[in-house]
């Protein structure tokens, strides 16, 4: 059995999953379909741009971030890395954190300290971190929802899992079964 690092894209988890996302079960759902011993999952996110005239909505999202991002930190095999969120116009972008996330894929593979990455992305900005892990012998799978991601990221990756039908399995669960 090889090594796996999880690598969470937590802006692409957000806009394709609405709803509350347990990230334990869908690290237990990787880990199962990779069939690979987890070394680490990893989580890059942003917390929410706020200033002096933020809503209470804004405010209540941050408290909610922050302490999901909290509990994250403090599960076992599990980090959080937070980028910066500015505003350009009316979109907010991230800032520090595909860069990280790559930088972090690239040392792991490197190191030796992985045979497997799972990506939860659709980012076409990831193909040129999955093609450098590759040649260092590292197999690489794309988690996605379908009609999210990016051709290129589809054809960067060794295995392509969606995850459209394991969402709805959760969503029913966390709803009653509805």
Not at 24 to 45: A, F, P, S
Not at 77 to 104: A, E, H, M
Request: glycine letters at 10%; hydrophobic letters at 40%.
């Amino acid at each position: 059995m090889g090594r796996l690092a999880i690598f969470l894209d937590g802006g692409y988890i957000d806009a394709s999953f609405p709803k509350d996302l347990n990230y334990t079960n869908l690290v237990d759902y990787i880990t199962v379909q990779t069939k690979q011993e987890l070394l680490r999952t990893y989580l890059y996110h942003c917390l929410p741009l706020v200033d002096p005239e933020s809503s209470e909505d804004t405010l209540r999202r941050l408290d909610g971030k922050k302490r999901l991002f909290f509990a994250l930190d403090h599960t076992p095999r599990f980090v959080v890395r937070l980028g910066r969120l500015v505003r350009r116009g009316d979109t907010f972008l991230q800032k520090g954190v595909d860069i990280q996330l790559g930088l972090d894929m690239a040392a792991l593979a490197y190191r030796g300290a992985v045979t497997d990455i799972a990506l939860v992305s659709g980012d076409g900005d990831f193909p040129p971190a999955l093609e450098a892990v590759k040649e260092l012998g590292v197999l690489t799978w794309v988690f996605y929802k379908e009609g999210t991601i990016s051709v290129e990221l589809l054809r960067a990756a060794d295995e392509a899992v969606p995850l459209g039908n394991w969402y709805a399995t959760q969503v029913g669960e966390s709803n009653g079964g509805k």
